[in-house]
């Protein structure tokens, strides 16, 4: 069963923090995304990475960068966090011949003060 | 115009209702569509993908009409535990990204 996983489920920060949010999958799955989703909107991609080292910006990548220096790990992060990045954040992989089922991480509500 | 579009609901049916969603695209070019299903404060998961011919799950009924671009979700016999959100998929023309559409809510009463 495939299980992704992400490091907090509630996180709060201050306006200028930089803060790091970690995703983990353990299918060896090449694909992973980053989305945000907010009321109204929807889900959103910020970024996403098909290999080790690699990564392409989504929608709406200002603001935001990611590391992917295992293919198990992609990391979020967020230089100078804002309010208006007050959200929920949901990681999501995917095996690389498929771009159906993408199994998404439980989430973390970020709440920038 | 947004790429994908749904209606946002909420739907309250009454348990043992038939149940319709649909949902729009914009691009003619995609090639895949699938519907999630999201709980409340959960994360969303697969409910079916949406092939041309028309597929049945169970209850869950998903049908595609390129024509016109809408794909259709058809739940019967509906069950309190059908109650969640609906999210709309498609793939988008490039590399192995897909496009959410915000969602068709579902409430299921007794």
Redesign the interface.
């Known amino acids: 069963d495939v299980k992704v996983t992400q490091s907090s489920r509630y996180l709060v920060k201050r306006t200028g923090e930089k803060v790091f949010l970690e995703c983990v999958q353990d299918m060896d799955h090449e694909?992973m995304f980053w989305?945000r989703q907010d009321p109204?909107?929807?889900?959103r991609?910020i970024y996403?990475s098909?290999d080790v080292k690699m990564k392409?910006k989504?929608d709406i990548p200002e603001g935001y960068s990611v590391s992917r220096e295992k293919k198990e790990r992609f990391s979020l992060i967020l230089e100078s966090a804002s309010t208006n990045q007050t959200s929920m954040y949901?990681c999501a992989s995917?095996i690389?011949e498929s771009?159906?089922?993408?199994y998404?991480?439980?989430?973390t509500r970020l709440t920038v003060l | 115009r947004k790429e994908v579009e749904q209606d946002?609901g909420p739907f309250n049916v009454p348990e043992g209702a038939t149940v319709a969603f649909n949902c729009t695209y914009s691009n003619s070019a995609s090639q895949?569509f699938?519907w999630y299903r999201q709980d409340c404060r959960?994360?969303?998961?697969?409910l079916m993908?949406v092939y041309s011919s028309g597929n049945e799950d169970g209850r869950f009924t998903a049908q595609l009409n390129r024509a016109s671009q809408y794909i259709s979700l058809l739940i019967r016999d509906s069950k309190l535990s059908d109650s969640a959100t609906y999210?709309c998929v498609v793939?988008a023309v490039g590399?192995?990204?897909?496009v959410?559409?915000?969602?068709t809510r579902l409430l299921v009463s007794p």
Do not use: I
């Not at chain 2, 590399?95 to 897909?98: N, S, T, V």
């Open positions: 694909n989305y109204g909107l929807g889900l991609l996403f098909y392409e989504g949901l995917t690389q771009t159906d089922t993408q998404f991480g439980p989430g | 946002p895949s699938f959960k994360e969303p998961k697969l993908s999210l793939n590399f192995q990204k897909l959410f559409g915000t969602g």
